[in-house]
Nanobody
Framework: QVQLVESGGGLVQAGGSLRLSCAAS????????MGWFRQAPGKEREFVAA????????DYADSVKGRFTISRDNAKNTVYLQMNSLKPEDTAVYYC?????????????????WGQGTQVTVSS
């Protein structure tokens, strides 16, 4: 029943910015924690950022700290990932995910539903 749809990916030059969106349906949004993960070709899917039902409850991978910001708008059932100062190594398919608990997690195994992914390509 839960459906997540990512959008906002694209091609951007190094140093540029993108804002990813994840629209959720089929859940009571504020009661769930959300995460962003990414996967580059030939690599394992990795944690990027997570947010609990409290917007102040956030977590970031070391590789994106200071550059990416996760946020949520519960009125719109949407989670965002603002990506600034993008680097070529940020190139990947980005996925949003949801888990049915209020506390965020960086463990991929704890997430229950996943979006289809959106491609982010950063050129040098």
């Amino acid at each position: 029943q839960v459906q997540l749809v990512e959008s906002g990916g694209g091609l951007v030059q190094a140093g540029g910015s993108l804002r990813l969106s994840c629209a959720a349906s089929g859940l009571t949004f504020r009661a769930y924690s959300m995460g962003w993960f990414r996967q580059a070709p030939g690599k394992e899917r990795e944690f990027v950022a997570a947010i609990g039902w409290r917007s102040s409850d956030t977590d970031y991978a070391d590789s994106v700290k200071g550059r990416f910001t996760i946020s949520r708008d519960n009125a719109k059932n949407t989670v965002y990932l603002q990506m600034n100062s993008l680097k070529p190594e940020d190139t990947a398919v980005y996925y949003c995910a949801v888990r049915r608990t209020s506390v965020r997690s960086r463990s991929m195994l704890e997430y229950e539903s996943w979006g289809q992914g959106t491609q982010v390509t950063v050129s040098s």
